[in-house]
């Protein structure tokens, strides 16, 4: 076997100042750079999460949180100050050298505060990668309460550092066309087709 150090943590827990807890996580496995660790620096090189529960939100003025199952939000703000909020991390001392964080059997909801009935949930499976300079994250999830059968979409991302500019990407199987409609205004026409819809867009974010 090679010689990479390993941890396995359980129930991770990481709290505000005031108490408020950020992030929950059931279990973590992580990989760490064996020649910071020599130095007596906590570095990982790939993370493994287990279980987790992430929860991305718009809220009635149009800002997003992103929610990594604690109370409070890891992230707020504009779509392009989210960006700027998770540059930044990845940016920082502890995660700088991360190569990838993977999530398996991760719980995913997304909700909109504007549009209650685009409410989405389902289980999926989260890459996100770096290199010097680009950040990149796939998510791929099977959608529950279609009622068309098992539905399932897969998300895309991509920005480069230092900027908050990012391309994104979604791609939907065999989602009821029904559902669909509620995910925007311009989608609502077809809320009177009773039938699984597939397709996918792109859009960029400035």
Avoid: C, Y
Wanted: proline share 4%; hydrophobic share 45%; net charge negative.
């Amino acid at each position: 076997s090679d010689l990479v150090p390993r941890v396995v943590l359980k129930d991770v827990e990481i709290a505000t100042a005031e108490g408020a807890r950020v992030l929950r996580l059931p279990r973590l496995r992580v990989r760490l750079h064996g020649d910071a660790l020599l130095s007596g620096r906590f570095e990982p090189k790939s993370v493994v999460l287990e279980e987790a529960t992430v929860t991305l939100e718009r809220t009635e003025d149009g800002s997003l949180g992103l929610q990594l199952g604690g109370e409070a939000a890891l992230a707020a703000g504009s779509p392009a100050e989210v960006i700027d909020a998770i540059d930044r991390a990845f940016a920082g001392p502890v995660l700088g050298r991360i190569e990838r964080v993977e999530a398996e059997r991760l719980r995913v909801t997304l909700s909109d505060a504007r549009r209650p009935a685009a409410f989405v949930d389902g289980v999926g499976r989260v890459v996100l990668a770096q290199d010097a300079n680009t950040l990149t994250l796939g998510l791929s999830m099977q959608i529950e309460g279609s009622g068309t059968g098992p539905a399932n979409a897969e998300m895309t991302f991509s920005s480069r550092k230092g900027s908050s500019a990012a391309a994104f990407g979604a791609t939907v199987r065999n989602l009821a066309a029904e559902k669909l409609a509620t995910q925007a205004a311009a989608l609502q026409w077809l809320s009177v087709l009773d039938a699984p819809i597939s397709g996918s867009f792109r859009t960029n974010i400035d």
